[in-house]
Nanobody
Framework: QVQLVESGGGSVQPGGSLRLSCVAS???????????IGWARQAPGKEREGVSC????????NYTNSVKGRFTISRDNAKNTVYLQMNNLKTEDTGVYYC???????????????WGQGTQVTVST
């Protein structure tokens, strides 16, 4: 069972930036690059939605339309860590951000698994 722990959330003003980190613990005998890992978020009063996903070796990424050009997902398998760099943040980006195993083909919530505990991101004036 993969375990994922997020960090890096906080409060910023619109236009600001944050970088989220997700550290993965993978089962003995398995390697970090076996897993596509991504981010999903849940805004207050809304359903959880997939934000981004990155392939095991980092060569392929997928983003939901609302964050394209502003968010960048990356990974460092030597550090067992996946990152989400969030620039030009908007108030509608506010929510709890979760790290999870994902499927590159589609970012629906059903395609995510092994959720972390989440980290709060608040964008406000």
């Amino acid at each position: 069972q993969v375990q994922l722990v997020e960090s890096g959330g906080g409060s910023v003003q619109p236009g600001g930036s944050l970088r989220l980190s997700c550290v993965a613990s993978v089962p003995s005998g398995y390697r970090m690059e076996y897993y596509a890992i991504g981010w999903a978020r849940q805004a207050p009063g809304k359903e959880r939605e997939g934000v981004s996903c990155i392939s095991g070796l980092g060569g392929t990424t997928n983003y939901t339309n609302s964050v394209k050009g502003r968010f960048t997902i990356s990974r460092d398998n030597a550090k067992n860590t996946v990152y989400l760099q969030m620039n030009n943040l908007k108030t509608e980006d506010t929510g709890v951000y979760y790290c999870a195993l994902c499927e590159l083909r589609a970012l629906e919530e059903d395609n995510f698994a092994s959720w972390g505990q989440g980290t709060q991101v608040t964008v406000s004036t």
